[in-house]
């Protein structure tokens, strides 16, 4: 007998009038799509993801060594 697989849980972001969705990799302002690079959405998500931890980047982390 095989289990059935759970759902997945649907991974969204909230703050202010802004939502991040990872899975369609879209930024809504007040309901509006907000354009960005997909770089510019992987920065974002990492910083939102990681919002309650120091993020440093490469340059900040070389410097610092």
Do not use: A, W
């Not at 202010?16 to 809504?28: A, I, S, W, Y």
């Not at 974002?44 to 993801?49: A, F, S």
Request: glycine share 4%; charged share 30%; net charge neutral.
């Amino acid at each position: 007998m095989s289990e059935s697989p759970s759902p997945r849980v649907k991974e969204l972001y909230e703050f202010g009038p802004f939502r991040v969705d990872p899975e369609k990799e879209t930024l809504l302002r007040s309901g509006e799509p907000v354009p960005l690079t997909p770089k510019t959405f992987q920065i974002l998500l990492v910083l939102v993801r990681h919002s309650k931890e120091l993020v440093l980047s490469c340059n900040e982390t070389r410097s610092m060594s």
